[in-house]
């Protein structure tokens, strides 16, 4: 009998872990270990539980393709559906005898010489791995702003992915920074139970109205009798966020209608000519996340909320002071600012061959082959690796295309007894080259700051086209792009 490790440990248990969980299980492989800081399955969708949280993707193709779910309730699921259909995923696959929560992945060192990662975890001991597989999400670690007093404040503050909902906020002061996909749901839910709230905007984002409406029980059951019709109803949502592309990365004109579309809708909802202009953006239409939303600017209009857009000068201890020296104090302040997204950070110390940290290889920015490998890191995948976010369509499809890449090179580790594979450091090259020159053309570059960029200004988050040309590229694992070391070769 082969005593051959074959071992793989997934990290997180967010779409991308439990997807990956879930295919080498489809596959006959039960040989893996997923491991999970916190003690329940769900990544973004466990994390961001703030008032109004929901999808800004109609759930149809905002779930896994293998797994159509008949009974979500509105065409955007609220977060807690998400949070349930991701919970019944690990149920009914059997995934959940595989994790290990309440256990962090702290550091991976791999060894050249027995062709296997040894994964330090913060409780349990050590796992060695033939594969590593990190799906720790692109949105995960919280971005605090940089803002002078912040620490001082006295009241409470919280970040909009780690809302306390035992703080009560009725009859309170309320302080909201950011004015982002996360502020815009919070904003109006919790504009009618606060007592004053304070939403400080540094840039107005793009609003388009979402076509959002209830799914009732009995569409929900013809959905449930005629599986096609939620299969249709998939392909057109997918079909219809494909052509939004064109405008993203082909041609930026192209979304001047889409434009036209949200400022006609800014007149309609915001009467009052001042307010409408400090809520008019003047960047290209695309280039920071477009929002969408049928009740932000109801609530930004409500005798309670100011939008204040002087400028914040500082937090003091008792709220905000802004740059024409005006002081608001608050109960409580919102931190909707976002996460640390570009920032060329290994999620935890990966050591490659010859010891080499990632965080080094990445000193100039995070950089994959198909967002998948990094050349010096065998034996290594990402999910939602570099430059595979979106602007425009469900990351799910993005997702289960690398599942079903790294499925092939787990294959062929198996297969041909590798004891290692590595990405081709000229083929990573090559890749990278031409993802940034096409980048260069697209919406992202058209000169506003944004997530999608790391600090040198370089993008290290998305994808720069449609989803099908990633699906077609990442299809098949091919193995002229690596350099294969057999198992008995020294
Ligand atoms: P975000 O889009 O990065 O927005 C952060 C907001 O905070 C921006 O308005 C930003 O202003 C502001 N901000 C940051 N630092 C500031 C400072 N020092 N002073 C003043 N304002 C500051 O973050 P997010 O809203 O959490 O969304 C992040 C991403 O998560 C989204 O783009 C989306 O991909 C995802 N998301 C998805 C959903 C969904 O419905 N599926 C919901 C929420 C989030 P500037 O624009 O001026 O930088």
């Given at each position: 009998?082969?005593?051959r490790?074959?071992?793989?440990?997934?990290?997180?248990?967010?779409?991308?872990?439990?997807?990956?969980?879930?295919?080498?299980?489809?596959?006959?492989?039960?040989?893996?270990?997923?491991?999970?800081?916190?003690?329940?399955?769900?990544?973004?969708?466990?994390?961001?539980?703030?008032?109004?949280?929901a999808?800004?993707?109609?759930?149809?193709?905002?779930?896994?393709?293998?797994?159509?779910?008949?009974?979500?309730?509105?065409?955007?699921?609220?977060?807690?559906?998400?949070?349930?259909?991701?919970?019944?995923?690990?149920?009914?696959?059997?995934?959940?005898?595989?994790?290990?929560?309440?256990?962090?992945?702290?550091?991976g060192?791999?060894?050249?010489?027995?062709?296997?990662?040894?994964?330090?975890?913060?409780?349990?001991?050590?796992?060695?791995?033939?594969?590593?597989?990190?799906?720790?999400?692109?949105?995960?670690?919280?971005?605090?702003?940089?803002?002078?007093?912040?620490?001082?404040?006295?009241?409470?503050?919280?970040?909009?992915?780690?809302?306390?909902?035992?703080?009560?906020?009725?009859?309170?002061?309320?302080?909201?920074?950011?004015?982002?996909?996360?502020?815009?749901?919070?904003?109006?839910?919790?504009?009618?139970?606060?007592?004053?709230?304070?939403?400080f905007?540094?840039?107005?984002?793009?609003?388009?109205?979402?076509?959002?409406?209830?799914?009732?029980p009995?569409?929900?059951?013809?959905?449930?009798?005629?599986?096609?019709?939620?299969?249709?109803?998939?392909?057109?949502?997918?079909?219809?966020?494909?052509?939004m592309?064109?405008?993203?990365v082909?041609?930026?004109?192209?979304?001047?209608?889409?434009?036209?579309?949200?400022?006609?809708?800014?007149?309609?909802?915001?009467?009052?000519?001042?307010?409408?202009?400090?809520?008019?953006?003047?960047?290209?239409?695309?280039c920071?996340?477009?929002?969408?939303?049928?009740?932000?600017?109801?609530?930004?209009?409500?005798?309670?909320?100011?939008?204040?857009?002087?400028?914040?000068?500082?937090?003091?201890?008792?709220?905000?002071?802004?740059?024409d020296?005006?002081?608001?104090?608050?109960?409580?302040?919102?931190?909707?600012?976002g996460f640390?997204?570009?920032?060329?950070?290994?999620?935890?110390?990966?050591?490659?061959?010859?010891?080499?940290?990632?965080?080094?290889?990445?000193?100039?920015?995070?950089?994959?082959?198909?967002?998948?490998?990094?050349?010096?890191?065998?034996?290594?995948?990402?999910?939602?690796?570099?430059?595979?976010?979106?602007?425009?369509?469900?990351?799910?499809?993005?997702?289960?295309?690398?599942?079903?890449?790294?499925?092939?090179?787990?294959?062929?580790?198996?297969?041909?007894?590798?004891?290692?594979?590595?990405?081709?450091?000229?083929?990573?090259?090559?890749?990278?080259?031409?993802?940034?020159g096409?980048?260069?053309?697209?919406?992202w570059?058209s000169?506003?700051?944004?997530?999608?960029?790391?600090?040198?200004?370089?993008?290290?988050?998305?994808?720069?086209?449609?989803?099908?040309?990633?699906?077609?590229?990442?299809?098949?694992?091919?193995?002229?792009?690596?350099?294969?070391?057999?198992?008995?070769?020294?």
């Amino acid at each position: 009998m082969s005593t051959r490790n074959n071992h793989v440990v997934i990290v997180g248990t967010g779409f991308g872990g439990l997807g990956m969980a879930i295919r080498l299980k489809q596959a006959g492989f039960h040989d893996f270990t997923v491991l999970e800081q916190a003690n329940g399955v769900g990544g973004t969708w466990r994390d961001n539980h703030y008032p109004g949280a929901a999808c800004d993707i109609e759930s149809h193709l905002y779930s896994f393709s293998f797994e159509p779910n008949p009974g979500w309730t509105r065409t955007f699921a609220p977060q807690r559906e998400i949070l349930a259909y991701l919970e019944h995923c690990a149920d009914k696959y059997g995934i959940r005898p595989h994790i290990r929560f309440d256990t962090a992945a702290t550091g991976g060192a791999f060894d050249e010489r027995t062709g296997l990662w040894t994964v330090e975890t913060s409780r349990g001991g050590p796992i060695l791995a033939r594969a590593v597989i990190s799906a720790t999400g692109g949105l995960s670690r919280p971005s605090y702003p940089d803002i002078p007093g912040l620490s001082t404040f006295a009241g409470k503050t919280f970040h909009s992915a780690r809302w306390d909902h035992d703080y009560p906020l009725e009859g309170k002061t309320v302080g909201v920074i950011g004015t982002g996909a996360s502020a815009i749901q919070i904003v109006p839910s919790i504009a009618p139970r606060v007592g004053q709230m304070h939403v400080f905007q540094r840039t107005p984002p793009w609003i388009l109205p979402k076509a959002d409406h209830d799914i009732s029980p009995e569409e929900q059951e013809w959905l449930r009798r005629l599986p096609v019709l939620q299969r249709l109803a998939r392909l057109r949502q997918y079909a219809l966020h494909e052509l939004m592309a064109f405008g993203f990365v082909v041609d930026p004109r192209i979304l001047a209608f889409a434009s036209q579309l949200a400022l006609k809708y800014l007149k309609k909802s915001v009467p009052d000519r001042a307010l409408r202009e400090k809520l008019t953006p003047h960047y290209t239409m695309g280039c920071k996340r477009i929002l969408l939303s049928n009740d932000y600017h109801r609530a930004i209009q409500r005798p309670n909320v100011e939008l204040v857009t002087e400028g914040i000068a500082a937090v003091t201890d008792r709220g905000v002071l802004t740059k024409d020296g005006k002081e608001r104090p608050l109960d409580a302040l919102v931190l909707a600012t976002g996460f640390h997204a570009a920032d060329a950070v290994a999620p935890f110390t990966v050591r490659g061959r010859g010891g080499r940290d990632l965080n080094d290889a990445w000193r100039d920015g995070a950089e994959a082959y198909l967002g998948t490998t990094v050349s010096g890191f065998p034996n290594l995948f990402l999910i939602v690796g570099p430059n595979t976010g979106l602007g425009h369509s469900s990351m799910v499809f993005m997702i289960e295309s690398q599942i079903a890449y790294i499925h092939g090179a787990l294959r062929a580790l198996d297969a041909r007894h590798l004891r290692l594979l590595d990405v081709r450091r000229d083929a990573q090259e090559r890749y990278n080259q031409r993802l940034q020159g096409r980048l260069a053309n697209t919406v992202w570059s058209s000169g506003c700051s944004s997530w999608y960029q790391a600090k040198n200004g370089r993008n290290t988050t998305l994808w720069p086209g449609f989803t099908f040309e990633f699906r077609m590229r990442t299809r098949r694992f091919d193995p002229r792009d690596y350099e294969l070391v057999p198992e008995a070769s020294a």
